[in-house]
């Protein structure tokens, strides 16, 4: 029985929502992911939000969402919650996600992440137009700079340790 939320973080196509799915599965718990949540609401895609509403409105929606989570924190079920790449860095880890749950950070090299984010660019905006030399330098860029803000996570998985057994381990003794 998980009493807590469990709160995926890390960079795009790093595998918070596929490894999310799993562990909601084998936790019982619902699992959200912000993107789906945002984008049902407004119905649009989150590229077509970027290209109407510009990143600042999508940024506060993500700030309103996790608000909102906290919010209704205690009063429904634990989640497992799978939140978009950038939402940590624009809208402030340490005090609103570590509060929300078991933060974890899945971390991967940016070489990695390039080899997963080089078919997967057409639904993310801020890479869908990199051309393939551009994606790895914007990967590595700006995996230094978000890292920081990922590590303040309450654990660390590097790509050995994103499995669902591992993660049930951690909220056993979290
Ligand atoms: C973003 C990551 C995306 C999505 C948006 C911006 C980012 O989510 O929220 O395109 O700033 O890293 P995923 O990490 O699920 O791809």
New binding site residues.
Partial sequence: MVEQNVILIG???VG??SLGKKLARKLELDFV???EIIEQREGKT?SVIFEQQGEGY?RNLELNLIDELLKEKGKSESKVI?V????P?YNGLSDKLNALGVTIYLQRPAKELFNRLVNAKEQ???VKKLKEDELLSYIENTLEIREPVYKQAHFVLDRTQQEVNTILKILEEA
């Fill in positions: 960079f795009m196509g918070k929502t992911d912000t993107d989150i999508f799978s978009g790449g950038g939402l860095i993310r905006p801020l």
